[in-house]
């Protein structure tokens, strides 16, 4: 079992700056992806940005050029640098890895979530 614990969410304003953390433990040989998503109420759950083996990222349109992933193999640990906020940035920002297992298998795990809140 792996372990996502996500910190970092707060309520901010239009304009502000948020960095997001996501700390990984448990039963790992090595993580393949690791990447957030966002849900808004009433939304479907929307890719923000993806960083896997190697550094190559991928964000979603919407967040390009304001949101920065960066990830520490070292700690397990994925970050979400989030600048120039606004309304529509609100949601749950949840953490998801691909993870190979000790097993050599891979799995896929999700964090319990963080709430970012962006006030106008």
């Known amino acids: 079992q792996v372990q996502l614990v996500e910190s970092g969410g707060a309520l901010v304003q239009a304009g502000g700056s948020l960095r997001l953390s996501c700390a990984a433990s448990g039963n790992i040989f090595k993580i393949n992806v690791m990447d957030w998503y966002r849900q808004a109420p009433g939304k479907q759950r929307e890719l923000v940005a993806r960083?896997?083996?190697?550094?190559?990222?991928n964000y979603a349109d919407s967040v390009k050029g304001r949101f920065t992933i960066s990830r520490d193999n070292a700690k397990n640990t994925v970050y979400l640098q989030m600048n120039s906020l606004n309304v529509e940035d609100t949601a749950v920002y949840l953490c998801?890895?691909?993870?190979?297992?000790?097993?050599?298998?891979?799995?896929?795990?999700w964090g319990q979530g963080t709430q970012v809140t962006v006030s106008s």
């Open positions: 960083i896997i083996t190697g550094g190559t990222t």
């Open positions: 998801h890895a691909e993870v190979m297992a000790l097993d050599r298998f891979t799995y896929s795990f």
